[in-house]
């Protein structure tokens, strides 16, 4: 029995917050925020996400991957949020393992993945094309479900529009499709969607620690009558519970990602339940974060806006928690 | 991460399944079978059947063979727990014994309270009471005021003591007292050793809102009590209580997960016969319960995790608590929705007769008072997790 993450998992964790820290800190973020007509990919970053092998974390090691699990690739979203870093990872992520699970027979899967894992290429995947999609404009591919279907486009087979969009560490475009494309296994799309429902409550758990973490700093120093604000009760008592649901809702990712993993037969009641405590925590502790910051929290020159907004979108991203609870009681109360 | 058990605690948990298996009387799980006996029976009923189990090797999980213990790792106290729960097993007698004052014991107990304290309490042989709150002593647990008066060769007892679980059933009692008279709050504290049975012990029932008895009020008037049934040294009753307090910490709630588990499961079934999970509402209500539940279940793993390795256990037990009473209390509600008004019919006469359902919605709001209130919890999460100033 053991519930934490391996010495690996921590070293990688390490290497990215590091990287974050030192390199793409939030006054890095704050450019891509106030460069709306920009592509939303900051060159160095992204250039570093295929240089250390972040977005080959879940390629198969035929495919030049690194060929590790959900959980790697949670450790990696989690910080990616906490960071609220911008660029196209989690679409790629995503559209790569919909290429890994189903490309099977499709021998241009083997080709995308292998140039996933090496940083090449940007690809955008799209749960529901009628509705805004991350990075397609800029995508080198769009993986899809369409009609049902499980289906890999390439830029010759549809348009995408880019739109305006209120969380600015990522951008948006509206995508018709024109062409028919590849067609994948449609059997892995629920698979696909349960992976990127623990990497998007993983992104909500980063979110959510680092938004609580800059809160709590916050109001150990700032003085209101006479004494710090973090020592008036109904604040504490506020941050405890947050605490207590941001560190819930991270045991839920990290479960949930070990649960697909390990094909356990819980997988699905623990990817809703992620999903679900993530959002909610996250949604909570970004709030939390513009109200005990006081009128600061509310400027644009503040980065709480930036958590905020980052959450509010991801807390819609493939399910919202009232959607996910209802699929846990579909899973346990009617069974 | 790995959550399978090793061969050795899966070889564990079969035998004591098995076990369970062979020797919990299927009776024992119906509450129509407790409801027919007094608590006086009960009680007697559980405390043999756990001694019959200590005699089997089934007790005192992970304390060292030493102390009549079997010797297990943490993680084996916690199938322990878990596998008691699933077969719906009773809940020890003597708990307050088990999970504080033998490990204290164990720690800082001179050689003879190790001897004669130990094995005793693992067989049931004496049942222990925790005599920590006052009337005037709740949460301000410092500021009590029972006194222990030095008569030369014995200490002379006069106060009285509240909320105490078993007081009825205990044989003795752990309890703090102010040795020194001049002292005020943390000081001047020593933990003594009570016979429950010496004159001058007046143990009396405490009727909860629930119409049980669980509870206690004990008066002690001139109790005469031997000068060396101190546990640690005199005065430094404060630092024993915090250490005694500190086990709990490492303790695993995965009882508790699996217990409420097994209540949602039953509160769940109880919407779906009358119809009433069609409620969108409920359903979300209810899927939040389990969420918080889940996330107990993986918040003992993690604590239980970092005892296996060694590492310092901080205050997460606070949150543990928590999320355990806080989300029993949720529960408790929920079933009361789904029942709505036909909830007010009860099985009996008696508001002891309660279905256990109903029992679990009145008994959970003493679940957030008792062991450290939710807002001194919050206080302990705020102060000491997240170091917010005082």
Redesign the interface.
């Known amino acids: 029995?053991?519930?934490?993450?391996?010495d690996e998992q921590r070293a990688l964790q390490d290497s990215v917050r590091e990287y974050l820290a030192d390199r793409f800190p939030t006054s890095s973020v704050r450019e891509v925020y106030d460069d709306p007509d920009g592509d939303g990919i900051p060159a160095s970053l992204w250039q570093a996400y295929g240089e250390h092998g972040w977005l080959a974390v879940m390629v198969p090691e035929e495919s030049d991957g690194l060929g590790l699990g959900v959980?790697d690739a949670a450790v990696l979203s989690r910080c990616l949020g906490a960071g609220v870093a911008p660029g196209p990872w989690l679409p790629t992520v995503i559209a790569g393992e919909a290429l890994r699970l189903g490309g099977g027979a499709v021998p241009a899967a083997a080709k995308w993945l292998e140039r996933i894992a090496s940083g090449e290429v940007k690809l955008a995947f799209a749960p529901d094309p009628s509705l805004p999609v991350e990075y397609a404009a800029v995508a080198d591919a769009l993986v899809a479900v369409h009609d049902g279907t499980l289906t890999l486009l390439e830029p010759d087979a549809y348009t995408a529009a880019p739109v305006a969009v209120l969380d600015r560490t990522t951008r948006l475009a509206r995508v018709e499709v024109t062409g028919s494309g590849t067609r994948l296994d449609s059997a892995a799309i629920e698979g696909v969607l349960r992976c990127a429902a623990v990497l998007t409550a993983a992104d909500l758990a980063g979110i959510a620690r680092e938004a609580l973490s800059r809160t709590?700093a916050y109001?150990?120093e700032r003085v209101q009558f006479g004494?710090?604000v973090?020592?008036v009760?109904i604040?504490?008592?506020t941050?405890?519970?947050l605490?207590?649901a941001v560190?819930?809702?991270e045991?839920?990712v990290?479960?949930a990602a070990?649960a697909i993993d390990t094909g356990r037969n819980d997988a699905a009641?623990?990817v809703s339940?992620a999903k679900?405590?993530a959002s909610d925590a996250a949604r909570d502790v970004t709030a939390a974060m513009i109200q005990f910051h006081g009128g600061i929290g509310y400027t644009w020159e503040h980065d709480a806006h930036f958590f905020f907004k980052r959450a509010k979108r991801q807390e819609y991203a493939y399910g919202s928690a009232?959607e996910?609870?209802?699929r846990?009681?579909k899973l346990?109360?009617?069974a | 991460?790995?959550?399978?058990?090793?061969p050795v605690?899966a070889e564990f948990r079969t035998e004591f399944r098995a076990w369970l298996e062979a020797n919990l009387p299927a009776e024992w799980g119906t509450s129509e079978f407790w409801m027919n006996l007094s608590p006086a029976e009960s009680f007697a009923l559980r405390r043999e059947w756990e001694a019959d189990k200590a005699r089997e090797g089934f007790a005192g999980i992970n304390w060292p063979k030493e102390f009549g213990g079997r010797g297990g790792t943490p993680?084996q106290k916690?199938i322990y727990d878990e596998e008691m729960a699933r077969a719906d097993a009773p809940v020890t007698v003597n708990t307050l014994g088990l999970t504080f004052l033998g490990p204290t014991v164990m720690a800082i107990g001179s050689d003879e309270q190790k001897r004669d304290i130990i094995k005793p309490m693992l067989h049931n042989e004496v049942i222990w009471c925790q005599g920590f709150s006052e009337p005037g002593a709740g949460s301000d647990l410092a500021s009590l005021t029972t006194r222990a008066t030095d008569a030369g060769d014995h200490w002379v007892v006069n106060g009285q003591k509240v909320w105490t679980t078993n007081a009825l059933h205990a044989d003795r009692m752990f309890a703090l007292v102010r040795t020194d008279p001049q002292s005020q709050r943390h000081r001047g504290i020593s933990m003594l050793l009570i016979d429950m049975h010496a004159e001058g012990v007046d143990a009396r029932p405490l009727k909860q809102m629930t119409g049980n008895e669980e509870f206690g009020e004990v008066f002690l008037t001139d109790v005469k009590v031997p000068k060396d049934a101190v546990l640690g040294e005199v005065g430094a009753g404060w630092n024993v209580a915090m250490l005694l307090l500190s086990f709990e910490r490492g303790s695993s709630a995965i009882g508790q997960y699996t217990r409420f588990r097994a209540e949602w499961e039953a509160v769940?079934k109880v919407?779906?016969d009358s119809g009433r999970?069609k409620d969108?509402a409920l359903?979300?209500r209810?899927?939040?319960a389990?969420?918080?539940l889940?996330?107990?279940r993986?918040?003992s793993?993690?604590i239980?995790?970092?005892v296996?390795?060694g590492e310092q256990l901080g205050f997460e037990s606070s949150?543990t608590k928590?999320?355990w009473s806080e989300t029993h209390q949720d529960l408790g509600e929920i079933y009361m929705d789904v029942r709505g008004y036909a909830g007010q019919q009860i099985p009996g006469l008696s508001t002891s007769e309660l279905d256990p359902l109903t029992e679990l919605f009145l008994w959970s709001r003493s679940e957030t008072i008792w062991g450290g209130s939710s807002?001194v919890?919050?206080?302990i999460?705020?102060?000491h997790?997240?170091?917010?100033?005082?």
């Open positions: 029995m053991f519930f934490a993450l391996t959980l709590v109001d150990k004494k710090p973090g020592s009760q604040l504490k008592h941050l405890a519970d605490h207590i560190t819930m809702a045991h839920a990290l479960y070990y009641l623990a339940v679900a405590k009232s996910h609870r209802e846990i009681a346990v109360v009617d | 991460m790995d959550l399978s058990d090793s605690d993680t916690a769940a919407a779906r999970s969108p359903r979300q209810l899927a939040d389990l969420v918080n889940e996330t107990l993986l918040h793993l993690h239980l995790t970092k296996e390795k949150m928590l999320q807002q919890q919050r206080n999460v705020a102060e997790v997240l170091g917010l100033p005082r």
